[in-house]
């Protein structure tokens, strides 16, 4: 049984009944149902593939691989849950919404393994997870599921266990390349392998550069190379008037793609944004401020942004009403939510530039309202009416350089 919210209100719950898995899940309007075609096996030796979840208010529940959908309908199509996670059960059953099971709730018995939320997986260890009761090693032995990394194969000892790794990989868990074994990044540096030319790359952390990333830097004008990022967290996030935000920036650039800057978190498709970048060669802002409504402006008088030249950005959100200038003019003015239902821009203090995380793509994370990571430069970001521009050098990131001075 997973539950994402407890008592009343939001819910999203997978549950055994009868030998059939159920999802169901609320939005605030209504229950929804769906139920497997087919039971579970419970002979306690047979693994299940189990995959639901819900793109707006349509649902779908999938058990090795034959699916159930539940098509959209008007209302709701928000999951908003301010509650912990729970996995098998809750620490108290009457927490449980009455809609959420079909009989008296009662905790899981059986295995669970391999659990992704949004794309991440969730570790299923004794010292992730924030809590639990009663919970012990299905595996029965020191081996456990993932243990072994990179198709490594566990082998039991009498102290402990073993891995034996793939010719490419390496480590106690084979968790590192063979052609980073012996890589000459520095510190600050992540070793990227190169399986094709039998090498590696060294990623730098920001203020780093070099080819081993051994030699301090400092900017003030941020160059990207196209896999770049700099996350930057806003101290002032809890003050902020969210209602009111402002977000302005100068770039230059020769791509007619790529991602900007992003004012979010960025970790699953109900987090509010607001986002600036390039598509087909024109500035393009979107705004969600609430149950995934974007609304992307695109301004295509002029195909100018991508002339080499430094451009000023500034985006205002006043409530529903956002205005988008260029150079100083007025380019974009729509208010794209005049019943104003959502108001503020929670952006959570999370502001990313250039793109995210090694790995994340941006076209991915985006859901495809941006392409490309961005390639260029940026500088004098400032965020709201301060008075400082932010300091980009103190923020996270990698493979960010020096845009002082020529290219």
């Not at 770049?228 to 770039?251: A, E, H, M, V």
């Not at 944004?273 to 024109?282: Q, S, W």
Request: aromatic share 10%; charged share 20%.
């Amino acid at each position: 049984m997973l539950i994402s919210d407890t008592g009343a209100g939001d819910f999203l719950c997978i549950s055994l009944v009868n030998g059939f898995i159920q999802l169901r899940y609320n939005l605030g309007d209504k229950t929804v149902i769906l139920q497997t075609f087919q039971k579970v096996r419970a002979n306690g030796n047979t693994w299940h593939s189990l995959q639901a979840g819900r793109v707006g208010n349509e649902g779908y529940l999938d058990l090795d691989g034959i699916n159930v959908t539940q098509k959209a309908s008007p209302g709701m199509n928000a999951l908003d849950t301010h509650t912990d996670f729970f996995v098998g059960g809750v620490s108290s059953l009457n927490l449980v919404n009455s809609m959420a099971v079909e009989n008296e709730p009662t905790g899981f018995t059986g295995c669970i393994r391999e659990i992704v939320i949004n794309n991440r997986e969730l570790k299923l260890t004794v010292s992730d997870p924030k809590g639990g009761a009663n919970v012990g090693d299905c595996d029965g032995t020191a081996c456990g599921y993932s243990v072994c990394k990179n198709n490594g194969t566990c082998q039991v000892g009498n102290s402990g266990f073993s891995c034996s790794c793939p010719q490419e990989w390496v480590g106690s868990t084979c968790e590192q390349s063979i052609h980073c074994s012996q890589n000459r990044c520095g510190s600050q540096a992540l070793c990227i392998p190169q399986p094709t030319s039998f090498s590696y790359i060294c990623i730098c952390a920001l203020g780093w550069s070099g080819k081993y990333c051994d030699s301090k830097i400092k900017f003030f004008i941020a160059k990207f190379i196209g896999n770049s990022y700099i996350k930057y967290t806003d101290p002032y996030y809890g003050k902020r008037d969210l209602q009111y935000s402002r977000i302005s920036l100068n770039f230059t650039t020769n791509q007619t793609e790529g991602l900007i800057a992003w004012m979010g978190k960025g970790e699953d498709e109900d987090n509010d944004f607001l986002a600036i970048g390039l598509a087909n060669g024109t500035l393009k802002v979107v705004i969600n401020l609430g149950e995934r409504i974007s609304v992307p402006l695109i301004h295509s008088k002029y195909s100018t942004c991508c002339d080499e030249r430094w451009h000023f950005v500034t985006v205002v959100q006043n409530q529903t009403c956002i205005k988008v200038y260029l150079d100083d003019e007025l380019i974009l003015f729509e208010d794209i939510d005049p019943h104003r239902k959502y108001t503020a821009l929670n952006y959570g203090g999370i502001c990313y530039f250039g793109g995210f995380e090694i790995g994340r793509k941006v076209n991915i994370v985006t859901m495809g309202l941006f392409q490309k990571e961005f390639i260029g430069k940026i500088k004098d970001v400032v965020l709201f009416q301060d008075s400082k521009k932010i300091q980009l050098m103190k923020a996270e990131g990698y493979n960010v350089y020096s845009g002082n001075y020529g290219n």
